[in-house]
């Protein structure tokens, strides 16, 4: 009956040890995890602000051509102010010089 206890306890002391090795090999992996995890974690906030600032040069790059086209319809309208403004001079010169 004592041998038989020994082997038992014997046994549940083997079992106990197999146990405490798979949760430390667990925690391990588990920690591991965490490492991975928020590694990821990290990159993909990472991810997230170069995500945004790569659309604020967007939006950025959008409003410098905005601008860039309004200056040009501002120099074609200067333009041809300039025409209009050239043309009465021509046509009161001419008037003038009919009048005298």
Do not use: H
């Not at 995890?37 to 939006?59: A, H, P, R, S, T």
């Amino acid at each position: 009956m004592k041998i038989c206890i020994k082997k038992l306890l014997n046994q549940y002391k083997e079992s106990l040890e197999k146990d405490k090795e798979n949760l430390s090999k667990l925690k391990n992996e588990k920690n591991n995890l965490d490492k991975l995890y928020q590694e990821i974690e990290n990159k993909y906030k990472y991810f997230l602000y170069i995500q945004g600032k790569i659309k604020d040069k967007v939006n950025l790059l959008d409003i410098e051509n905005e601008k860039i086209r309004i200056e040009k319809e501002i120099n074609e309208i200067n333009y041809k102010v300039n025409q209009i403004n050239e043309y009465k001079i021509i046509k009161d010169t001419i008037r003038l010089y009919k009048e005298k």
